[in-house]
Structure formats: structure tokens, C-alpha cells
């Protein structure tokens, strides 16, 4: 198999929701620390040529020894900026030339699955943007500032976007280039293709891929990380 897929896994956050002093990603959940997770699921797949971290800044020259558990020529690390976007694009500046593909990744979802990371490739193989994601299956309500329900939200088409998100490389590059260029910013690197016009598609995400967001979700990765696809 052609390795020509980068992956760039965003590591660069505070996480200072989880009220810990250790950065968010370097905690340990379901056996290693949360970062290792991701870079060696990544690194497992025959299509990957490379992985670049964007860590913060004071982490780069001296990261973590455990980050090494990993294969070391497939690995780089990158600078995080004071945005996501902007360690998004720092990550983008450094991958290698082969890399056709890019797959985006937040450290945050350590229990990303092999089969959603493949659904989101092989539609970046199509020329689509692509984002791993679960349907919607709650009612939502709109409220106001003060609690009060606006409107029942019909969840009909909705979907909850996850990572990994996967696209072609060009297009993502210019998405993030015209992004920088008119100072503009989104919540995912999807959002910024949708704006060039790329088509950009669902994929089966993973309710193992939980997002680490508050202290408690620390319990609840645990619980996930024994359950199968």
C-alpha cells in the first residue's frame, strides 16, 4: 500500500476545563497516556507516511519520553499557534511532500477506531472532505439566555461531528490559507473546506471516540475503552 496519508493529531490546548495542572493530553486514561493513543493508532496503519503533533510551544525541544513509544521516523512536532486553526496550518507547513491526503485529529479523542479513520480516508481518496460523526438521536431545544425553550429543534439530517476528519491535501491547504488571509476562524477544519465549496460528507464515527472535555469524561473514556466496535 501507497503511504501517502499525513496525519496531523492537535495536541497544542490548555485543557484547563478538567481543572489539572498536567496538560489534558499527556494524562494517562485506558492504560497510556491520552496523546500515545492517537499517535499509535495512526502510526499502525500501512497508509500512514507521517505524523505531526502540534504541541505547545514549550513542549516541542523537550516533550515527553513516552512520546517516543512510538516510530520515531514517522513522527514530527510541531509548534502549536494561539488557535486551533493556527496549529492546524503549522502542522499542514510540515508534513512531508508524499503526503497526499491529510487526516486531522484532536489529541482530546484518544479512542479513535481504525475503521472510522478509514471511512474518512477513503472519501478523501473520492476528492471529498470528509468527517467522522454519529446522528443525532436526542431531542434538541433552543433556549434562551435565561433557560427558557425558544423552539424544539427537528433533528432530522443532524449529525454530531467527531475526528478524525480527513481531505484532500491541496484543498485543505487552501482552506486554511484563505482562512488566515481573511482572519477567519471555525470550530473544525470541515467548516473551512465547506466555505471553499469543497463537498465535504458523513462517515460513521465511533461512540468510543468521546471527546475529553471535563474531569469526569476521564471515567467514561475508561469505561468505553473496553467496548468493541
Not at 171 to 178: K, L, P
Amino acid at each position: 500500500m501507497t503511504r501517502d496519508v499525513g496525519v496531523i493529531i492537535v495536541a497544542a490546548g490548555s485543557g484547563s476545563r478538567t481543572g489539572s495542572e498536567e496538560l489534558k493530553q499527556f494524562r494517562w486514561v485506558a492504560g497510556k497516556p491520552m496523546l500515545l493513543h492517537s499517535i499509535q493508532t495512526f502510526q499502525a496503519r500501512p497508509d500512514v507516511a507521517m505524523v505531526v503533533v502540534v504541541l505547545p510551544r514549550e513542549y516541542v525541544g523537550d516533550p515527553p519520553p513516552w512520546i517516543f513509544q512510538s516510530d520515531s521516523d514517522r513522527l514530527l512536532l510541531s509548534v502549536g499557534g494561539r488557535h486551533r486553526g493556527e496549529s492546524v496550518y503549522n502542522g499542514l507547513e510540515d508534513l512531508p511532500t508524499e503526503c497526499e491526503l491529510v487526516v486531522i485529529h484532536d489529541a482530546a479523542r484518544p479512542l479513535a477506531s481504525d475503521d472510522a479513520i478509514g471511512r474518512v480516508i477513503e472519501e478523501a481518496r473520492k476528492g471529498n472532505g470528509a468527517v467522522a460523526a454519529l446522528p443525532v438521536a436526542d431531542t434538541l431545544k433552543r433556549a434562551d439566555s435565561s433557560g427558557k425553550v425558544i423552539e424544539t429543534v427537528d433533528r432530522f439530517g443532524l449529525w454530531r461531528a467527531q475526528t478524525p476528519q480527513a481531505f484532500p491535501r491541496k484543498a485543505i491547504e487552501r482552506a486554511h490559507r484563505e482562512a488566515r488571509e481573511a482572519d477567519r476562524i471555525a470550530t473544525d477544519d470541515a467548516a473551512l473546506c465547506e466555505q471553499i465549496g469543497l463537498t465535504v460528507v458523513v462517515v460513521r464515527g465511533s461512540e468510543r471516540a468521546l471527546k475529553i472535555t471535563e474531569e469526569s469524561d476521564f471515567a467514561l473514556a475508561e469505561a468505553l475503552s473496553i467496548l468493541r466496535e
